[in-house]
C-alpha cells in the first residue's frame, strides 16, 4: 500500500488546508513528496507544520520517514527492466527491450486493477447505467477520450440513449442543459485532472443526477464527486500513460451491461446488421 492508498484508506476527516495537501500530492505523486515541507506547504498554502502533522496523522513518525518510503518506492520501480522508462529510452533500447517493457508494465497493470477492483462499486456502477430511462452521457479529456470513444460505441449497441460529450467548455456547457435525475454521467479522468470534467461533474450531480469515475486514483478529484468510482493502473516504460488497464475496465463494463440487457441487446444488434447493410458501412465479402 503506497502513501496514496493510505490516505485514501484512512477515512480522515480533512481540513480545507489539509484538502489542499491532499489534492497537490494526488496531482504530483511521488515526486512531489520529495520535495520539503515548507515546499509543499508553498504550493498549497498552508504551513509547513500543516504538512508534518496530516503525515503524523497517518501514523508516519517523521515528515523524513515519510520520504524514505516514497525514495524505496521510486527506486524499487527503477530497480526493475520493466519500469526503468526514461533510463531505458535514453540508452537505445532495442526493439526487444521496448516490447518487453510495455507487457510487463501492462502485466503489472491489469493485474493490480483486477486485484484492486471494489466489487461493490462495479456492480453499483452497472446498476445506474442500466437503471430504466437512464441516460448516459461518456466525457473525457486529451489521452483518455480513446477510452470514451470505445465504451460509447460499444454501449450504444446496450441502451438506448448513449452519448459522447465534448471536451471542449462551451460546447459542454450547451450538451447539458438539460441535465436532469434521469442522467448518468460515466466520467474518465486521469492526472493531470480536467477542470471541464469536474464542472461537468458538479452540474449533474446539482442537478440530481449520477456521477460514475473511472481514475488512476482513489484521491482524484472526480473521485470525491462520484457517486461510484474505479480505479485504474496507468504505469508504462515510456513517458506516456497505458491505458490498457483502462480499456479492460470498461470491456468489463460492457459486458455487465449486455449481460444485464440480453434480449435487448440481441435486437439492436439485429437492427444494427440491417441499417449497417442499409449504409453500405462494409465491403461486400470476397
Not at 500500500?1 to 480522515?12: F, H, V
Not at 511521488?30 to 500543516?50: K, N, R, Y
Not at 488512476?216 to 506516456?240: H, K, Q
Request: glycine content about 6%; charged content about 20%.
Amino acid at each position: 500500500m503506497n502513501l496514496l492508498d493510505k490516505i485514501a484508506s484512512a477515512g480522515l476527516r480533512l481540513t480545507p488546508g489539509e484538502s489542499a495537501l491532499v489534492d497537490y500530492l494526488a496531482s504530483h505523486y511521488p515526486q512531489g513528496v520529495l520535495e520539503s515541507a515548507t515546499a509543499i506547504a508553498a504550493h498549497t498554502g498552508i504551513s509547513a507544520s500543516t504538512v508534518v502533522r496530516f503525515f503524523s496523522k497517518l501514523g508516519y513518525p517523521s515528515f523524513p520517514e515519510v520520504q524514505r518510503e516514497i525514495r524505496e518506492e521510486v527506486s524499487a520501480r527503477l530497480a526493475s527492466p520493466a519500469n526503468r522508462a526514461e533510463a531505458v529510452m535514453s540508452t537505445g533500447q532495442p526493439m526487444k527491450a521496448a516490447l518487453e517493457g510495455a507487457y510487463s508494465h501492462d502485466r503489472n497493470n491489469l493485474a493490480a486493477t483486477y486485484e484492486q477492483l471494489d466489487v461493490r462499486a462495479f456492480e453499483a456502477a452497472v446498476q445506474m447505467l442500466t437503471r430504466r430511462g437512464a441516460r448516459v452521457s461518456l466525457l473525457a479529456s486529451k489521452n483518455s477520450a480513446a477510452v470514451a470513444l470505445y465504451l460509447a460505441t460499444h454501449l450504444n449497441m446496450c441502451l438506448p440513449h448513449v452519448r459522447l460529450l465534448d471536451g471542449g467548455p462551451m460546447v459542454l456547457a450547451d450538451q447539458l442543459i438539460w441535465a436532469g435525475p434521469d442522467d448518468v454521467l460515466l466520467a474518465i479522468s486521469i492526472r493531470r485532472y480536467s477542470r471541464s470534467i469536474l464542472t461537468a461533474a458538479k452540474h449533474v450531480k446539482a442537478r440530481g443526477g449520477k456521477v460514475v469515475a473511472l481514475t488512476d486514483s482513489p484521491l482524484a478529484p472526480v473521485a470525491a464527486l462520484a457517486d461510484e468510482y474505479l480505479t485504474f493502473r496507468t504505469a508504462n516504460a515510456s513517458p506516456f500513460d497505458s491505458y490498457t488497464a483502462a480499456i479492460f475496465l470498461g470491456n468489463a463494463l460492457v459486458s455487465a451491461v449486455a449481460a444485464r440487457r440480453g434480449k435487448e441487446v440481441r435486437q439492436a444488434l439485429d437492427r444494427g446488421e440491417g441499417l449497417w447493410t442499409e449504409f453500405g458501412v462494409f465491403t461486400a465479402k470476397s
